[in-house]
């Protein structure tokens, strides 16, 4: 009976009872640690969630963000000669091709675009473009394999009638074999799914339409 | 715990209980009532001879309490860690698992990939295995399918084409009630990577294609139509989710067109 009252005296603000067997406030400690343990176990839980993701994302001289970073370039060269024959271009097979391969090409951008932002990269790297490439030697005065020199380009803008259709056919045939051999080495060297996905399905985009390009060209060489 | 008249004794244990386990509820307006008091007045009582009945009662109350929040936590934490493994799996389906899951539908990406694989365009009329077709060769020139609601058939050569971009081809038998085409249009009008017309020779009602997909359906109440639609529209493009659904034939016709020469000398 002592014991009940001296809980008494406190009960106001420690209602802790122990008028029982001394089993109450073990119990009462066992609940609380399980409790606790539960809590804690869903937050680490919850942390690691939310940390995996951020740990295992591609890095800054990844082969994913080189890709993403050149491949971004290598688009953008294929979108303007592609607007610029859907403007100018004759035969209208070769304008439908130019604006489906530019809007094509722009929403790919977009992508990787989305990835190094997503990745916490910045756009452009602190490497020499194509140092991703096991092969990185295939750089050509600054150009990535396929492209255009700034004189082809303007020979491009500059051109009129069937002309244009000729030299937008040969440079867009070029600039998809070197897209396909960069593709290529991407392909073979992440694991990353979503890289994956995006990089077979452009692949498997441009050589569709290399076979087309070559068809337009005979079209085109007749005039 | 029946509170009866008795005062300072009976209060006492009641309040005890209440601090263990807060659910109690009852105690409310007893705390309230001896809150002041009862400090006082239980040490000044000499209830050593009840005591011994009430901590009885009140442990009882004390065993099932834990209990109680403890399942409740416990269940409440499994619900939540359930729910959203649940979710994230459904979620994290891919879209052709979800397509395949379709009841009715036909796969022919897996029956029959020969059928889908072609060298380059192709022009003039072509002929197709399946009616309607769902893939294949085609013509350079695509069908128009930015929601585009055609009222007469359009042709096989131009529409596949725009099912290699990610569209969703509606097609429906010509004697299909007016109030049907209406509720099936609601579902395409205006919406990219989607377009419609009536097709001759259907052995069903209506028939929907993606790029190697075609599900075959009677009645546009049919919820396999909006699955459908919503599995493989833009999922199913050959050439990612870009590929253009402009700039195509707007014309009706079963015959495949030439692409129009257009105003292109004005905008040299």
Partial sequence: ?223 | MSISTPGGPERRPTVVSTGKKPAAGRPASGAKAGSGKPASSPRAGGKGPRKPVTPVKVSQGRAWGPIALFVAVGVLAAGIIGYGAWASFQGSKPWDKRANAIDGIVNIRKTDKASLEYESHKSGPLTYKYSPPVGGVHNAAWQNCMGDVYDAPIANEHAVHSLEHGAVWVTYRPDLPKDQVEKLAGKVRGVEKMLMSPYEGLDKPISLQAWGYQLKVDNADDSRIDEFIKDLRVNASVEGPTALCNTGITATGTTPRELPQQQQPAQQ
């Fill in chain 1, 1 to 223: 009976m002592t014991a009940p009252t001296t809980t008494d005296s406190e009960y106001d603000d420690t209602p802790a009872a122990p008028d029982e067997d001394g089993r109450a406030p073990a119990s009462r400690y066992g609940v609380l640690a399980l409790a606790v343990m539960v809590v804690v176990g869903l937050l680490l839980g919850y942390a690691g969630g939310l940390l995996t993701p951020r740990l295992t994302r591609p890095g800054d001289a990844s082969v994913e963000a080189g890709f993403a970073r050149d491949m971004t370039t290598h688009h953008a060269q294929a979108v303007e000669m592609s607007l610029i024959a859907y403007r100018s271009a004759t035969l209208p097979e070769v304008r439908q091709i130019a604006v489906d391969i530019a809007t094509g090409q722009q929403g790919e951008i977009g992508a990787m675009q989305t990835w190094l932002r997503e990745w916490g990269l910045s756009p452009t790297g602190s490497k020499p473009p194509m140092s991703w490439m096991s092969d990185g030697a295939s750089v050509k005065n600054g150009l990535m394999p396929g492209m255009a020199t700034p004189q082809q380009m303007t020979a491009l803008r500059d051109a009129t009638g069937i002309e244009v259709d000729r030299q937008f056919l040969k440079l867009m045939y070029d600039h998809h074999l070197g897209g396909i051999h960069m593709i290529d080495a991407a392909l073979d060297e992440t694991d990353n799914a979503e890289v994956v996905r995006v990089a077979q399905t452009m692949k498997n985009t441009q050589q569709t339409e290399l076979n087309n390009l070559r068809q337009l060209q005979a079209q085109a060489a007749k005039g």
